[in-house]
């Protein structure tokens, strides 16, 4: 280190830089940063976009000048340094290098080659269940998550759904508390309620995941499955505080219908078909004895449900009280 100060005294202008280039790096893997920390950091430090290409541990990492870590591979135009076992690690300018960027690569090298000895920590084994519960985990880093989807063969970028199942369903799962998560590419059949998640690159399954157990709580005997992207604004109900719902009156009616044998099946399958006849025949009851319970129902709520705007404020209310009685998902 000596040798190497004594050297740079010689580079005049950009010798204190290069000196804070070494100390940053060196703090870093003194610290042990993470592989998220150090291409976040690096990026902050070079002002432009860098990454760390390590395929033999399923690791593309790269990070904007503001940041942000995604994965991604390595551009044309990146100034590159190579490592051994195919790991590389880059810089990418816009314009011409900066004096010091061949300092900042070497040293961003050494740093990546010591982390990833210090990141080897032993992952579940290949298809355990625990690895998907690291992909569908918020909070561990973009490079544990490209790991654990590397050892159970998904590459970072494959388009996959996350579903939020109570029933088993087809496909690569592990049961979180009382609902079962599963990667899939396609929608299964199931037997159960399902809340089907958005169609995202695989190092965001955790989105997906997030947004399927949502989907879930919308989810009814009449309508089990339930897909993320078709309830449009109503996603922002799930938000919706349970006190809050307790407190609107037409819940409060509902769940005063509640304690009715079949009533809120009955209104359910008026909403679903949009018909008294046909929510009839859904459910296996006589024309007149549904007649006669919506009756019952309208006298309750305070409004009718012969018409369009009465079954829409009756689904919103029946969609409120579900979400209200359902319990969260991890």
Known sequence: MKGLLLRLSGLDADAEGAVRVIGFFDRLITERAGLDALVRSTSELAGCPVGLHAPGQGLCLVADSGGAVTTGPVPARASVRALEGGVQVWVLRS?????????????????????????????????????????????????????????????????????????????????????????????????????????????????????????????????PVVWWEKLGGLTLLASTG??????????????????????????????????????????????????????RAEAVLGFGLDEAPGRFRLHLALMLRRLRDSEPSR
């Open 242 to 295: 349970p006190a809050e719902v307790s407190a609107l009156p037409d819940v409060r009616a509902l769940d005063r219908l509640a304690a009715e044998p079949d009533m809120i099946t009955a209104l359910d399958a008026l909403c679903a078909t949009g018909s008294v006849r046909k929510a009839a025949v859904v459910l296996h009851r006589h024309h007149s004895t549904m007649t006669t319970r919506l009756a």
């Open 95 to 223: 314009g011409a290098p900066a004096p010091l960027d061949d300092m900042l690569l070497e040293r961003f090298a050494i740093a990546a080659a010591v982390l990833l000895e210090h990141s080897s920590v032993p992952l579940p084994e290949l298809g355990d269940p625990a690895l998907i519960e690291l992909v569908l985990s918020e909070s561990v880093g973009t490079a544990e998550r490209s790991r654990a989807l590397h050892l159970l063969g998904i590459n970072a970028t494959t388009p996959l759904r996350v579903l939020a199942a109570t029933s088993d369903v087809p496909g690569r799962s592990v049961l979180l508390g009382s609902v079962r998560a599963v990667l899939a590419t396609e929608v299964p059949e199931s037997s159960g309620r399902m809340g089907v998640g958005p169609l995202l690159p695989a190092i965001d399954a955790a989105e997906s995941w997030r947004a399927a157990r949502a989907a879930l709580r919308f989810a009814a005997d009449s309508e």
